[in-house]
């Protein structure tokens, strides 16, 4: 694997409008150098222990994504720092968030994760709970936590069909928060398997692992 070929294939390969997200989740801080010694600054991981790892070695201008679910007690440990954190579900890890992000003086960027796969996936609400906690009293007094946008993974399958429709899904709950609520720009979708069929269903957040740093154990 070149790192750094794949790097730069990507950012060719992609639209403009596309935001590329390195994810480096099992790979050695050595191998997220190469990459940024191309100029790449955004970079995603799955357990926050391991990003704050990673977060402490590094330069400190890398943006750094947590991509896996989230456990409210770990929250702490990456508010100094994390860009944008990918998988919100519940209204009770927005206020974890916020009240960490309130600690530490700033306000932090979020996702909402919806799920659309088929398959019975664990993580992800529906549009309609997410819908909830958008206007819940409760969601409005944070003021110090900002949903950007969703985040959705499609079943695991070679069916093209499948992945497509939940993608075009996704995309469609986005324009439709898009018109109800402001800020919400961020549409996360598509990994190393299935970007080119989310980047055509209107995704402008790529999330691509194995593609970049190769196969992990
Ligand atoms: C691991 C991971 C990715 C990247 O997966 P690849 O198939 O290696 O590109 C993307 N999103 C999430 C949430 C992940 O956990």
Redesign the pocket.
């Known amino acids: 694997m070149d790192i750094a070929e794949n790097i730069k294939r990507f950012k060719e390969e992609l639209p403009k409008d596309v935001n590329l ?1 390195a ?1 480096s ?1 099992t790979k050695p801080p050595e191998d997220i150098f190469t990459a940024y010694q191309t100029g790449h600054r955004q970079f ?1 991981e ?1 357990k926050i222990q391991e990003m704050t790892e990673k977060w402490e070695k590094l330069p400190k201008d890398i943006e750094w994504h947590m ?2 679910h989230v456990q409210r007690n770990k929250v702490k440990y990456m508010a100094p720092y994390v860009s944008l954190i ?2 919100v579900d519940s209204l009770k890890l927005l206020k974890e968030i916020n009240k960490e992000a309130d600690k530490n003086g700033h306000s932090l960027d979020c996702l909402l994760q919806i799920k659309i796969a088929e398959e019975d996936s664990k993580y992800g609400i529906s549009a309609e709970e997410a819908k909830e906690i958008l206007d819940s009293e409760e969601f409005k007094k944070l003021d110090h936590v900002n949903v950007k946008g969703l ?1 959705g ?1 499609a079943t695991f399958t070679d069916d093209e069909a499948q992945v497509k429709k939940e993608f075009e899904h996704l995309k469609s709950v986005f324009e439709d928060f898009k018109k109800e609520y402001s800020n919400m720009n961020i549409l996360s979708m598509g ?3 299935d ?1 080119k069929i989310a980047v055509d269903s209107g995704s402008n957040m790529v ?7 190769g196969a ?1 154990n």
Request: charged letters at 15%.
């Open positions: 997200i994810i989740k995603g799955n991509v896996g990918h998988a985040m993974m990994m190393s398997g970007y999330r691509i692992g194995s593609e970049i740093f992990r």
